[in-house]
């Protein structure tokens, strides 16, 4: 296929995201589905979609009936540059990674390997029992039709591994799910990374070895290298990346009017997004979760760190594997499509609750004490006090800057980085614990959301001899995590059971003072497996864990998180620390605002931190993009005062410093979110002039312009680097 002239943003983004509602499209009931679509017989319909599989592969087509597009799991044009391997992984159903000779790897699939199939129709679909007689294990696929798209499972249960040779690494199911070769067909895949990303189906010239592969949820600490060491290992040199929050991903064929939402639905806890452009390895685009069944890591003898071996796990892990589907179309075949289908999905499950209170505040976090070393020990550096606190409200206050939200660090005894902790008590140099309870009271009487922080994952080794309830990785190895700082140079992970204690235990004696705001990290975006008392606890068993501590902290206190995971959104009031932006991995296209869509209009929303964005001006107009609130980190003292902390990368916090900048945010930014409070983001367009289209669901549209220059816009003019809202 001749290659064609590489097409604009504006290509792939010029039709507009307009949703008549949040629910997922429904089409008119058509015409009986046709019987046959490449080599693949219909085998179950509904009023929307009809579902065709291939028994060789069981392989799956899915067809619009409305619109008569489809998507296909297997490629049925083949250029002819694949060897046996890369054609069998491009069209099978099932793809497995096999374990062999300890570490060794190769690919276990349907249609290079001697396979047995018992194949069970259903009213829906199907059930395919499957077995790699070679290898000696297998499993049930179960396919199932359903009026949004299509469900494809693998109970634990039905997973055997009967030889002594081979065992299962990886499972893929339906890898090429709505992949295209090249640039035949215009679109894009979607991407959880940051906010969100796009890559676009657009021939890449093979500029790309690779594409994107994160694990949802995070890495697991507990398989993490801590052995590697360098030149700048005392320091911090790569920035990290921005972490999975939300385990979905999509594939949109915009030129057809058909996409998908993709939801893992089980077993995302030891799930993988990939995502990759063609060019990488073959010329087709595709985009699939692969679930980890063991991992391969490196075991030590003892503390002997240069006598080590690679290794496998030797027991599989336990848990339902399932990808959830939802098919798209029309003018709701886009990424604002799927940020809308995956809100209506939260929202009818249960699995996202609206908040009480959508209305805006400007994010006014305090920073009170950390440590700097000293001759014997520490001493504190106390940055702002309750009365610094009391002050800079009245200042505000003074200004007509009253819509306020607050979380304060370091208030605890010990500053900061006294973890964990177990009780309330503040410390008597930022004013004491009587002192600051008045301060939350005066707060809540005057409108104020006031939060107190407590990261409830780490523990400081230096400050706590509490060292025993802490996690291990798989091979028994304490887990430690460097700060690239001086005072405090590692922090050790509470086990759940020793997290779950401490903050019922803190929690307790926090609310029996009439106070209940609590802002947790830590345990909010941080998933491990854990070697524990001979016992090994996967990253599905610390979810469930962590699970039940929020069900239990949610009912007590007035929640708020720091960048929260998806399976805890329902018990937050509101989210933290939103990236506005992605990791910017290079074959990433565009950065659009997909999890700012879910959630605006259920939730309060904060962005990270004003400070330490570089443009500030680009960065204002992206909080307007994509409704989130503003976040200020606030001390009294100049920070130049923590130069020997471990807080010492906050470079710029002094009020003074941020006064004027606090108070035109809150007075423009309140104007604008009183317009759209409480309204879902229904559109969002992307035009090739700079001009970026918001449509709220209350009739609201925000025009912002990232150009330097003025440009036109549906017959407005929009100055260069500024925003217009038409109701």
């Known amino acids: 296929m001749a290659a064609k002239v590489k097409k604009t943003i504006a290509i792939f983004l010029a039709a507009v995201c307009l949703l008549a509602s949040v629910t997922v499209f429904a089409p008119m009931r058509a015409e009986a589905a046709q019987d046959q679509i490449n080599g693949h017989s219909l085998i179950a319909e509904n009023n929307n979609y009809a579902l065709y599989m291939n028994e060789e592969y069981l392989s799956i087509i899915v067809l619009d009936k409305a619109t008569g597009a489809y998507m296909e799991s297997a490629v049925s044009y083949d250029d002819g540059k694949n060897n046996a391997t890369w054609s069998a992984a491009m069209r099978s159903a099932l793809l497995l990674t096999v374990i062999y000779g300890i570490t060794d790897t190769q690919q276990a699939d349907l249609i290079n390997d001697e396979v047995t199939k018992d194949i069970t129709y259903t009213d829906n679909g199907f059930s395919a029992k499957v077995y790699w007689t070679k290898y000696k294990f297998g499993m049930t696929l179960e396919v199932t039709l359903t009026e949004d798209g299509v469900i494809a499972s693998v109970p634990d249960e039905s997973i055997v591994e009967d030889g002594e040779d081979y065992f299962i ?28 990303a796009l890559i676009y189906l657009e021939d890449k010239e093979g500029r790309f070895r690779s594409g994107f592969t994160s694990m949802i949820y995070g890495d697991d600490p507990g398989f993490a290298r801590q052995s590697a060491s360098n030149l700048w290992q005392d320091h911090n040199i790569i920035n990290d990346a921005n972490k999975v929050m939300a385990p979905v991903f999509g594939m949109a064929h915009t030129s057809e009017g058909i996409a998908y939402l993709a939801v893992v639905e089980k077993g995302a806890e030891r799930a993988s997004i990939i995502a990759n452009p063609n060019g990488a390895n073959v010329d087709y685009n595709r985009i699939y979760a692969r679930f980890t069944e063991r991992v391969v890591f490196t075991q030590y003898n003892g503390n002997n760190s240069s006598s080590a071996y690679q290794t496998a796990e030797s027991g599989r892990s336990h848990s339902d594997l399932q990808v959830h589907w939802i098919f798209l179309a029309g003018d709701e075949a886009n990424y604002c499509g799927m940020a809308n289908a995956y809100r209506s999905y939260l929202l009818e499950r249960g699995e996202l609750v609206p908040s009480a209170d959508n209305s805006y505040n400007t994010r006014v976090d305090f920073l009170g004490s950390d440590r700097e070393s000293w001759v014997v020990g520490t001493s504190a550096v106390v940055m702002t006090t309750t009365d610094d606190i009391r002050e800079i409200y009245d200042d505000l206050k003074k200004e007509g800057v009253t819509d306020l939200f607050s979380v304060y660090k370091g208030w605890q005894k010990g500053g900061l980085y006294n973890l964990p902790i177990s009780s309330y008590k503040a410390d008597s140099k930022i004013g004491g614990t009587g002192d600051l309870t008045s301060l939350m009271e005066e707060a809540e009487n005057a409108g104020i959301k006031f939060y107190l922080y407590n990261d409830a994952l780490r523990l400081n080794p230096v400050e706590s001899s509490s060292v025993f309830n802490v996690v291990k990785q798989i091979n028994r190895r304490r887990f430690s995590e460097s700060t690239y700082k001086d005072v405090y140079e590692e922090f050790l992970y509470l086990i759940p059971s020793r ?46 864990e962590y699970d039940k501590i929020f ?63 570089a443009n500030k001006q680009e960065f204002f107009l992206k909080m307007v993009e994509t409704g989130t609130f503003p976040s200020f980190y606030i001390t009294k003292e100049s920070s130049s005062d923590l130069v020997n902390t471990n807080s010492s990368d906050i470079y710029s916090s002094q009020y003074d410093v941020y006064r004027e900048t606090m108070i035109a945010y809150a007075k423009e930014l309140a104007e604008i979110n009183a317009k759209v409070e409480g309204a879902y983001i229904v559109g969002h367009e992307i035009r090739e002039n700079n001009v970026t289209v918001v449509t709220y669901g209350n009739g609201v549209k925000i025009y912002l312009n990232y150009g330097s220059s003025a440009a036109q816009a549906d017959g407005y003019t929009i100055e260069g680097m500024s925003i217009k809202v038409v109701e």
């Open 169 to 196: 690494g990886t499972i893929s199911v339906y890898p090429y799910l709505g992949h295209t070769y090249l640039d035949e067909k215009e679109g894009y895949m979607f991407i959880p990374d940051g906010n969100g």
């Open 499 to 544: 997290t779950g204690t401490l903050l019922g235990q803190f929690v307790n004696s926090y609310t029996k003072k009439g106070v209940n705001n609590l802002a947790l990290a830590g345990i909010t975006n941080t998933l491990y497996s854990n070697y524990y008392d001979n016992v090994f606890y996967s990253r599905h068993n610390t979810a469930e």
């Open 551 to 613: 069900g239990q902290i949610a009912g007590q206190t007035d929640l708020v998180m720091e960048q929260p995971f998806a399976y805890l959104w329902k018990y937050a009031d509101a989210f933290l620390d939103m990236p506005l932006y992605t990791s910017n991995y290079m074959y990433e296209d565009e950065s659009v605002p997909f999890m700012s869509i879910v959630l605006k209009g259920v939730m309060p929303v904060y962005s990270e931190y004003v400070n330490f964005e």
